[in-house]
């Protein structure tokens, strides 16, 4: 079966300018994360969807992210608008139902906002 | 709240060399425990997990013992190898809090040198 993808998996934006970031989970995961690592510190979660519900969106920095998985399959979270201190490496993982431990991580897309 | 602390890296070891990376934990409920590694260019993979207390995990070589008394996970191998040089990171989900979150620490780079 198909891995999580993840798209871009790099982007590099202006200051002001919107970006947004593409999640395919892998088939049949209704669980969704989105986290990211920013400057080499930990990795820290943003928010978690179960189908197209948002369960947990306490990790989201601010107003300026936005994240929406319309019909429970792929996500997209969006920058609007982009600032410096976005810039880092964001992470999408699925799992197949809750109190499943294991989450299977993308790639990663690498966020670089000058 | 929930915390990760692991080893500042980075850690360079030479072939065949014994491997450590301490982790421990600061969580209000009973948390699972994990080591997840990224190889270079790749996303995060699941290394080896733990539920409960006295588990231990292993896979590929490494093992880590879930330690309640000491709130500790460390990541040990008896022999590292070139292919094992990698960013690892240990993490814990809290289910009782009736979170699924994965609660990262900061992440330990090891370079194995032949």
């Known amino acids: 079966e198909a891995g999580v993808t993840q798209f871009p998996s790099h982007s590099v934006i202006e200051k002001g300018q919107t970006v947004t970031l593409r999640c395919d989970p892998i088939?049949?995961?209704?669980?969704l994360y989105w986290y990211r690592r920013v400057m080499g510190k930990e990795i820290k979660f943003l928010l978690h969807f179960v189908k197209e519900s948002k369960q947990d969106e306490s990790g989201m920095p601010n107003n300026r992210f936005l994240a929406e998985r319309t019909g429970g399959t792929y996500s997209t979270l969006k920058v609007q608008p982009a600032e410096l201190e976005d810039s880092g490496v964001y992470f999408c993982?699925?799992?197949?139902?809750?109190?499943?431990?294991?989450?299977?991580f993308g790639p990663g897309t690498r966020l670089t906002v000058t | 709240g929930n915390s990760v602390t692991q080893m500042e890296g980075p850690v360079t070891l030479s072939e065949e060399a014994f491997l450590t990376i301490n982790c421990t934990y600061t969580?209000?409920?009973?948390?699972?425990l994990f080591w997840y590694v990224q190889y270079p260019g790749e996303g995060l993979q699941l290394l080896l997990k733990?539920?409960?207390?006295?588990d231990k995990g292993s896979n590929k070589g490494f093992e880590a013992t879930y330690r309640k008394e000491t709130t500790s996970f460390h990541l040990e191998k008896g022999s590292v190898q070139v292919s094992d040089s990698a960013v690892y990171f240990c993490?814990?989900?809290?289910?009782?809090?009736?979170?699924?979150?994965?609660?990262f620490g900061q992440g330990t780079r090891l370079t194995i040198n032949p």
């Open positions: 733990a539920t409960k207390a006295d």
């Open positions: 088939s049949g995961h209704d669980n």
């Open positions: 993490a814990l989900s809290d289910h009782a809090e009736g979170a699924q979150k994965l609660v």
């Open positions: 969580a209000t409920g009973y948390p699972s």
């Open positions: 993982a699925s799992s197949r139902a809750m109190g499943s431990y294991e989450q299977y």
